[in-house]
Each structure stands twice: as C-alpha cells, then as structure tokens.
C-alpha cells in the first residue's frame, strides 16, 4: 500500500461540470494524472491566463505539467490523439513549445471511422421509430458492442500491422453489411494504412499505465484520477437509454485505471450551480423547451453585458418566461458543448439528483462550480426533492426507468439571490451571505463538505474550503 493520496474526479450531473478545471488545480501537485473512462465523446476545457485548451483524450493534467496517462478504460481514436498532441506541443506566445509526458494504455480499445459509421446509423434507425438519444455520434456505443463481442482492436496493434489487419479483417466481415447500409467507403486495406502511420507517431507513448501509475502512487507521489462525462450519463445508474457507454462513478475510474478499490482515498463530486444536459433525455429541473434552442440569437462576446443587463432586468422583474431565463443563463455561463458545439439545456440545481449520485458514490467532498453565473439573480432556487404521481420519492432515489423519470416533478426551495461580482473573492467568508446560504444548502442536501466553489472559469477563480 501507499500513503499517498490517490484522488477520484467524477461528474455529479450529466456531464460538463467543470471537472477539467478541479483536475488541473489538483494536478498542480501530483505525479500524475490518469484519464479512467470515456472517449473523444467528451471534452475538458483548461483556461490560464495565456492558454484555453480543448481536449478531448488528453488528461486535463496536461497544462500543469505533470505525467498525463490514458488508461485502459478510454476509447483512443489516434486520430483525434494525435491532434490534440500537435495542438498542445505547438508553439505558443513568444514562440516556446510546451512538454506533455504522455503514456498510453497498450491495452486500451481503438476507435476506429467504422465506429462512427455505425453509430450514425444506429441513431437514424433509433430516430425513424423514436426520438434519438442524442449521441455525440463519436461511435462510442459501437466501441462497446464490438469489445464485447471480443471483435475491436487495442491500442497496442498500431505498431503490429500484420496482426491488426487479421483484427481489422474480422471486424469488416462481421459488420460489412451494415458498414455497406451506413454508406461506408473505408476498406479494410486502406484502414490498415491509415492506422499504421499513426502507429509510429504514438508508438512512443504506448506502453502499460496500470504498472506506470501503481508506480508513481507507490511511490509515494499522489495520483488524480479524472472520470468523463457524468452520473446521468452513466449506463447503470444514469438514465438509460440516454446515456454513453463508459461507468461514470468512482468505481468506473477504478475499473478503468487498474489501481486496487483501497487505493481512492479521496473522491471528488463536481457539480455546477447551473444544470445542464447535452442531447435528449429527461431533465426535471430544465428551464424551457429544447426544441427552440436551434432558433435562439448568438451573443456575441461584444454585447454580453448589455444583454445580460437587459435579460437581468427583465427576469428580476418577473416578466421572463422560463425559455428567456433558461437562454441566460446558457450564455452566461457559455453552456456550448466543447465536444459538438451543441447548445446545452439549462435548469436549476438539481438537489434531489445530487442526494442520488451521494448515495451511489459516497464523495467524500464536493466542487461547486460556475457559482459567479447566478450573480444578479433576484431569486434562485435549488431542487429539494422529486414528487412522480403525486407522491415524494424517498431521498436519494430516482425512478430507474427513463419513462418514469420524464414523468418526475421537482420540487424547489428558493432562496434570495445576491447582486455582487464575486468573480475575485478567494475566502468563503468573503463571499455575500446569499452565496454563503446557497453553498450551504447543497451541502445539506448532499450530506457532504463541498470543497472547492468556482468563481469564474479561470485557474485562480477558486475558493479552497477545509473539508
């Protein structure tokens, strides 16, 4: 065993909750950070004050400088890798090349264009007899489908050709039918080409995390370990069937990385003061209609204040309909998804999912994010507890049908607001005594300390609470 901290990162709500930002802050004092779960269907964004980096694979370690690993549990496309490799080693201000210490599972599935192609026809066979479910169409259903059925290559044939194109051959004799339907032109040939020059360029980072990080944390150097997406999302316990394909709760970053169950001596909820989701699937707390987000005005970055001057006005008045609230808080907060660019639906709070995700994954601290979005609010309100056919669910339940979830009311409990910026406050104690309240009550309704508040998007805008 070891006596260093090895620390878990997961989403509390359905992804894009600032986890990027608590992982980078931690990162600043580990010997590494390992990316557990998912795939190119998710992304971390990393604000400094002289970068914003997008990632997609990369750990979000990766700007703090610190040995960044994908582990086996994350769906590598090369290509995708690859770029965002370029992308972050590339020349920045004054001309400098930044280092990235990166190693990548051997073992880890590849995601291959076949995937994608598949996935794009699953989900218009999916929207001819019901509404889709909103997938990024990265092909992660399919990566899980053919891992199961023991058909999808690992990261560690790249630099194999022989042996990856019998794999590649398998696949497209098993799936060229469909592939042929979903308007595949890729052949097995011209695949194994393609896989075999990203090869050489990662050949260099292959190797095998799960003795790599075991090492470090041995070592005695703490580890941080980031789950992707979040709770709603997550296959078991999130709102099947609009949900990904990789385990979102702790254990996922277990199974995902390697590291024994006794390893995870700290674990981290992220969840955001704003509720969103990205794509279909039920959301009590939302603020609107989904379908008008396509015909909503871009803001653009010149008339935020105005327009946030305008909207406040007119929501602090009472006479904004919740379509106009929910479209506020969206630009506010810039809820626009890294991955797809997607407008994300916003609500409130959602208090009585967040007493479901404690239950299921025991944090022992929370991160509170985007608390500076609420700010000149009159009033906002957080989600005490469900009621679904007249009745309250006892706490920390959800329905496990997604038919019965869509059918859930909230019921809310509505607190003061407060006027002031609080986008340069770094004690608690100094925050307005409406913020102050607000914290509190997610704390109380979590049963769990919430450790770090967001207060803007970038690395310093953050409150560090004892927890």
């Not at 004092?29 to 400094?48: D, F, M, S």
């Not at 590339?90 to 599972?105: E, M, S």
């Not at 008045?317 to 916003?346: C, P």
């Not at 340069?424 to 409406?434: I, Q």
């Amino acid at each position: 065993m070891s006596d260093a901290p090895c620390i878990g990162i997961v989403g509390a709500f359905g992804g894009d909750e600032g986890k990027g930002k608590v992982v980078d802050v931690l990162a600043q004092n580990a010997g590494c950070v390992v990316r557990c779960e998912g795939g190119a269907n998710a992304g971390h964004t990393i604000r400094l004050e002289d970068l914003l980096f997008i990632g997609h694979l990369l750990p979000s370690g990766a700007a703090a400088g610190t040995l960044c690993a994908i582990a086996r549990g994350v769906r590598v496309d090369p290509m995708q890798l690859l770029q965002e490799v370029g992308s972050y080693t590339a020349p920045g201000a004054g001309g400098k090349c930044r280092t990235l210490a990166l190693l990548v599972d051997e073992g880890a599935a590849l995601s291959l264009p076949w995937h994608v192609k598949l996935e794009e026809y699953f989900e218009r066979v999916k929207e001819k007899r019901v509404r889709g479910t909103g997938s990024t169409r990265r092909g992660m259903g399919p990566i899980a489908a053919t891992a199961a059925l023991r058909l999808n290559p690992r990261v560690g044939l790249l630099t194999r050709p022989e042996e990856l194109r019998q794999w590649l051959d398998d696949f497209f004799e098993a799936f060229h039918p469909l592939l042929a339907e979903a308007g595949n032109t890729v052949t097995p040939a011209a695949l194994a080409e393609l896989l075999a020059g990203h090869g050489a360029q990662l050949a260099p980072y292959v190797g095998d995390v799960r003795a790599r990080v075991e090492q470090v944390w041995r070592g005695g150097d703490p580890v941080v370990l980031e789950g992707a997406q979040g709770m709603i999302l997550d296959p078991y316990w999130g709102t099947y069937p609009y949900t990904t394909q990789g385990m979102c709760t702790f254990a996922g970053l277990l199974q995902g990385c390697g590291l024994p169950v006794s390893a995870l001596t700290d674990r981290i909820g992220v969840c955001k003061a704003i509720a969103t989701r990205v794509g279909n699937g039920p959301f009590p707390s939302e603020l609107g209609d989904p379908a008008k987000l396509a015909a909503e005005p871009k803001v653009v970055d010149a008339d935020l204040d105005a327009f946030a001057r305008e909207m406040l006005t007119k929501i602090n008045a009472g006479h904004a309909s919740d379509q106009e609230l929910g479209f506020y808080l969206r630009v506010r907060a810039d809820e626009y998804g890294a991955t797809t660019g997607r407008h994300r639906r916003t609500g409130w709070l959602d208090g009585a999912w967040l007493e479901y995700f404690a239950a299921v994954n025991d944090p022992t601290a929370l991160a509170l994010t985007k608390l500076d979005c609420l700010g000149g609010l009159r009033e906002v309100k957080i989600v005490v507890a469900y009621e679904l056919d007249g009745r309250h669910l006892p706490p920390g339940t959800v329905p496990a049908l997604a038919s019965d979830y869509a059918r859930v009311r909230p019921v809310y409990q509505t607190l003061p607001g407060w006027s002031e910026d609080i986008s340069d406050v770094t004690r608690f104690d100094a925050l307005p005594a409406e913020a102050r309240a607000y914290v509190e009550l997610v704390e109380e309704i979590a049963n769990c300390p919430i450790g770090w508040i967001g207060t803007g998007p970038l690395r310093r805008q953050l409150i560090i609470r004892p927890h």
